[in-house]
């Protein structure tokens, strides 16, 4: 519905009661990443810790969410557990449907939950339900439960957390809709620190169309432009593993804890590999006709006479790289057994690979032992990973709960910083070079989508600190307004200023289309604002001494250019952020 203000869904989970709320600023803060970062200055709580029970759980979709292809996704913003600081995570699945087929732009959920318990909303009601026989239970069990008592199949989106989110662990997901996730940062444990293990979101309501004749014909020049396009045959056919060989080609592959930038074993799980062996069928978030989820298939045998049974599992090249080349093991099926037992627990499959990767060759080192890792780990064994997955997962000692608070933190008491792969968070699968180490270390999610700075270095051999600084603020400020929409970032090629203002008019947004660059910029600071006065000081990042040790396609990493770019870039960051008022 296109309205003037937000209307919002506060829940408080301590009293059981919801309001509708109206909040003015629509011009101004967007949606999505705008909204977010402005519900969470008016309903945060930037002094108290990430698990007190006043700090919301804030889900947020944006102006063009259910009007426009791949306007697919839905911004949750939180204090994370990770840094105890202003983060967000983006999820697609269902859920930017759902919660604009509830007539909401931003569900706010506060409180806690006097047992574990399942919140529902729909477009006229509000429902909690107890739920402390499924605290516990998987992400898949509980997973099939939840879709048997709820109703509105099809329109409606399940969000759950598993055992990872039920113990705090920093590396939670939160699940969305068995094959999409609010990954990073440690969502999940939000959830579980209000006792909320489910949310599901009904979409039982109506969304009316603009009308007159302009409408549709955008709509079918913005789906022709999506399904014409490279872009739809890319993520279509491969989706995003078709980076692994290229990548590994070009030495820029996590292996082995980042020890290597290649790996010559690497045809086993290449796009290319899975794809042949293991690609059941492709499913799309709603709303989007690319389709780039790709499921695999892992199978048991559980009689003689050649009887299995076979289980579903998504892939991607982050899961990939961090199962996979991080990890050594380059078999496509072994790597679907461990991303199978990440979802199981809950947990973000990049971290936790990752972090599983320092602790491999931690425990080689000598500087833990078998002690502390409960299993042998060893680059290439994967039952071993599974194991320790489930070790993570549930918190089996205090090194893997300690390690679930993330892989620095491990190290800080272990020993081992400077080889702990942490760029901000766990780092993502790319090892292309000093831009984009600068960018995930200082980026505002830590998300190797929060700039192209891994495409920055592909392109640029030359070494100039200020025009890559420029690169990133500028790109940061365009993907900001793409994710205040709240647009899937694969469509970025697509969504250009140009066609976002001809979509934002077409549905009665005439005046943020005019002002576009002062929104993005607004929204830009805003968000830094808020991070920082969440304790973010991006000039005390600190990137280990493993980034400098790389060598990609270019050479060695160039630790001078490193240091520069980190140090401009946070003086930049701390430049966007200062203004005459707040949000400017
Ligand atoms: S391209 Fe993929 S991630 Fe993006 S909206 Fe479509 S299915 Fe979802």
Redesign the pocket.
Known sequence: MIRDHFRVLTVDLSTGRGKIVSIDGRDRDAGGSGLAAALFNKYGHAEKPWDDPDQPLIFAIGPLTGYFP?M??TVCAFKSPYHDQYAESHG?GRSALSLRFTDLDALVIMGKAERPCCLSVGSRHLGIKDLHFMWGMDVKASGKLLRRISSGSGHRSILRIGPAGETGSAMACINVDTYRHFGRLGGGSVMGSKNLKAIVIQGDGSCELPEGKEYPKLFQEVYRQLTDTEMMSK?HNLGTPVNVAVLNGIKALPCRNLQETSDPNIDGITGERFAADTLLRNT??SG?P????HIGYVREQFMDENQYFYRQVSYDHEPIFATGSMLGVTNAFAVLGIIEEVEKVGLDVMSAGVALAWATEALEKGIISEKETIVPLKFGEAEVYEEAVRNLGFGSNDFYRLLAQGTLKAAEHYGGGEFACVLGQEMAGYATGEVFFTSQALGFRHSHLDTGGYSYDQKHEDKNVKEAVDFLVRDEQSRVFLTSMVS?L?ARGVYTDELLAKCLRSVGYGTMAEDMEAVSRHIQKLRWQTRLATGFNPQQVHIPKRFTEVTTWKGQVDEGFLTSLKNEYAKRILELAKDEGKGG
């Open positions: 791949l697919s996704k697609g993520y799309a978030c989007c690319v389709g780039c989820i899937c694969f």
